[in-house]
């Protein structure tokens, strides 16, 4: 019997015991060795002028480059392959002379992206990112450090929080047996000074008890899906128990807070909300900054946009992880450049958008394509209406899976069917299905289009 099944087999109080056993093991990874260091200087590069940011991240990346030329049977071959020396690397825009890397690439053969040097010394993830499937990736330990002391220094800081402080995580861990429906749907980790709770049993039946749960905890920060959070935050609005949960600060990432979903969040728990984006392949870091703006960490990563028929997707070369580097990584996600300054007057580069996925877009039999970003103001002008999903499997027919507010009706639905014939026309069919709860990744995340028809690339 391995470790998950005497978890899923054990009573609460031993889950909860195993969960803190995990915690304890995961704070000596973390948050030990070099990670204060690293939170204070990344504490005071955040001031640091434009110029000086860039000539260090410039810096970083060919020291990240020579090594994956030296160490990553990929890139060793690549770059000969190419003539790419990273030494005459003038700036980071010199990175176009590589191709751009599919994640599918990555899966195929994740070996050839592991460095040949300190291989069993590596830390073994996995990231299933907004899809679900599977990445199999290697970390070193300073890594790790690096990722947490960013998140440490570049979020909890900046939303007024620090580790240790009371926290309720919503994220994907299946810390609930799947067939529990009695509850407790949360386990306590005591070396985090954390309570988790489930996001996969999230529904009108439970969510009483969540909201129970949280008020007894009385937790300083709420972190987690974004999703999750604002069904938590929908329920407390629904049933005017706003005021119930009173954390000082919301942290959410892993899916696109729309304007919509941040004005319910923050009026159900009545403080401020901070988004951020990064991913699990340690490629790029995104947080808000006290001012509101979407700040990118330029020690963690570079961050390139490259124009695709549905906006500009991300593509990420990581700088802080040797033991699986990615260079020039598909990311599938939207995001908006902006040059303007943050009057926080931090020199880090500004983002004005994240806008969502790339990967899922709507497709018309006129030939239109039709990203997340427009979809989803469609349905922020739905009252009534909780979230929705697009399903698509040809390119004459979408299914839209409803869940739906107390109070949806008929002519709610009329209205959704007009704000969507607004962005898909009039000969696309439309089928619309009501559901108890929309279906989530096997990462615990939603996304609001799926759609197995063709995929884009990005032209660079």
């Known amino acids: 019997m391995n470790l998950s099944d005497l978890y899923g087999r054990s009573p609460v109080v031993v889950q909860n015991a195993m969960a803190t056993g995990y915690g304890l093991r995961e704070r000596a990874r973390r948050y030990h060795g070099s990670f204060r260091h690293l939170v204070d200087e990344l504490n005071v590069r955040q001031w640091a002028d434009p110029d000086e940011l860039r000539a260090d991240q410039l810096a970083r990346l060919r020291r990240q480059l020579t090594w994956c030329a030296a160490e990553v049977p990929h890139y ?9 020396d990273p030494r005459d690397l003038a700036d980071v825009a010199g990175l176009e002379a590589l191709p751009v890397l599919d994640k599918e690439v990555v899966r195929t053969d994740p070996e050839r992206f592991v460095a040949d040097r300190d291989r069993g010394h590596l830390i073994a993830q996995t990231t299933g990112g907004t899809t679900g499937t599977p990445l199999r990736y290697w970390a070193t330990l300073d890594a790790v450090r690096a990722n947490y002391a960013t998140y440490e220094a570049r979020s909890r800081r900046w939303a007024g929080t620090r580790f240790g402080d009371r926290t309720a995580s919503l994220h994907g861990q299946p810390i609930v047996p799947a067939a529990d429906q009695d509850g407790p749907f949360w386990r306590r980790n005591l070396a985090f000074n954390q309570l988790y709770l489930s996001v996969y049993h999230l529904n009108d039946r439970t969510l009483p008890a969540y909201i129970d749960a949280l008020a007894a905890f009385d937790p300083r920060v709420v972190v987690g899906y974004m999703s999750a959070v604002h069904r938590l935050a929908t329920h407390l609005l629904e049933t005017g128990d706003v005021g119930r949960v009173s954390p000082s600060t919301v942290m959410v ?58 906006g500009s997707e991300i593509v990420a070369t990581g700088l802080i992880n040797r033991g699986m580097p990615l260079v020039r990584y598909r990311t599938s996600d939207l995001a908006v450049a902006s040059d303007r300054p943050c009057s926080c007057g931090r020199g880090l580069p500004v983002l004005s958008e994240l806008q969502g996925r790339a990967d899922d877009v709507v497709r018309t039999p006129e030939g239109s394509v039709v990203g997340p970003a427009p979809m989803s103001l469609a349905f922020q002008r739905v009252q009534r209406l909780r979230r929705a999903q697009v399903l698509q499997d040809a390119p004459e027919a979408i299914t839209v899976l409803l869940e739906p507010a107390p109070g949806f009706d008929a002519d709610d639905q009329a209205f959704l069917d007009q704000e969507l014939r607004k962005r898909l026309g009039s000969t696309l069919a439309i089928t619309y299905e009501r559901v108890e709860a929309l279906p989530r990744t096997s990462g615990g995340k939603e996304r609001l289009i799926v759609s197995s028809i063709g995929r884009d690339r990005p032209t660079a």
């Not at 729309?258 to 909300?273: L, P, Q, S, Y």
């Open 76 to 84: 060793r071959d690549q770059f000969r392959e190419l003539g790419f």
């Open 253 to 310: 990432s892993s899916e696109t807070l729309t304007a919509a979903a941040r004005h319910d969040i923050e009026t159900a728990f009545g403080c401020r909300v901070f988004n951020g984006y990064s991913l699990g392949e340690l490629v790029a870091y995104v947080s808000e900054c006290p001012h509101g703006s979407l700040h990118v960490s330029t020690e963690y990563g570079v961050l390139e946009l490259v124009e695709t028929e549905v």
